[in-house]
T-cell receptor, first 116, second 109 residues
Framework: ETGVTQTPRHLVMGMTNKKSLKCEQH?????MYWYKQSAKKPLELMFV???????ENNSVPSRFSPECPNSSHLFLHLHTLQPEDSALYLC???????????????FGEGSWLTVV | GQNIDQPTEMTATEGAIVQINCTYQ??????LFWYQQHAGEAPTFLSY??LDGLEEKGRFSSFLSRSKGYSYLLLKELQMKDSASYLC??????????WGAGTKLIIKP
């Protein structure tokens, strides 16, 4: 139990499908993140939300659309993805978005996405 | 540009000691993190260093030299369950985390 839960754990979708990844944090944190993890590459920060407000969007294609309805929930809406988008998508949370030393980020177990 | 370097893969023997190095070049420095990630699982926090020196936590220790842009994670009395990827990340002057690609550690009996 990491305090950050993600569903689904595995998702296979066609390039024309629309699907969503869900994340929930039970840690009382104020910041939530979406990361992309591809094999043998560094974690790529996609989006950062602080108190439900998006504070960062790292040049992510518009086929990825985040939504943060409250400070405990985060979604990543997916549509018309490409095969190269296949990766592990990690949700994470922290007390504040950066902004201080020792601000540990806690990760969910990730959603394995395969685009066919 | 900002860069984190760590070896792609290392192999060690059960019961032995292994040192995983991380070198970094970032815009400013606000701390260095080590995370452990078992295959198919979430990265989990191991250690945080912001001052030079060694931080010990059970079988795991982490060292930092800010002047050299260098850190290492030392794992003692290796166990099979230590087989995992170890991620190094540096928080830059904008409090953004810059991640290394991770070191896959393979433990052999």
């Amino acid at each position: 139990e990491t305090g950050v839960t993600q569903t689904p754990r595995h998702l296979v979708m066609g390039m024309t499908n629309k699907k969503s990844l869900k994340c929930e944090q039970h840690l009382g944190h104020n910041a939530m993140y979406w990361y992309k993890q591809s094999a043998k590459k560094p974690l790529e920060l996609m989006f950062v939300y602080s108190l439900e407000e998006r504070v960062e969007n790292n040049s992510v294609p518009s086929r990825f659309s985040p939504e943060c309805p409250n400070s405990s929930h985060l979604f990543l809406h997916l549509h018309t993805l490409q095969p190269e988008d296949s990766a592990l998508y990690l949700c994470a949370s922290s007390q504040v978005p950066g902004g201080g030393t020792g601000n540990t980020i806690y990760f969910g177990e990730g959603s394995w996405l395969t685009v066919v | 540009g900002q860069n984190i370097d760590q070896p792609t893969e290392m192999t060690a023997t059960e019961g032995a000691i292994v040192q995983i190095n991380c070198t970094y070049q970032t815009s400013g420095f606000n701390g260095l993190f080590w995370y452990q990630q078992h295959a198919g699982e979430a990265p989990t926090f191991l250690s945080y260093n912001v001052l030079d020196g060694l931080e010990e936590k059970g079988r795991f220790s982490s060292f930092l030299s800010r002047s050299k842009g260098y850190s290492y994670l030392l794992l003692k009395e290796l166990q099979m369950k230590d087989s995992a990827s170890y991620l190094c990340a540096v928080m830059d002057s904008n409090y953004q985390l810059i991640w290394g690609a991770g070191t896959k550690l393979i433990i052999k009996p």
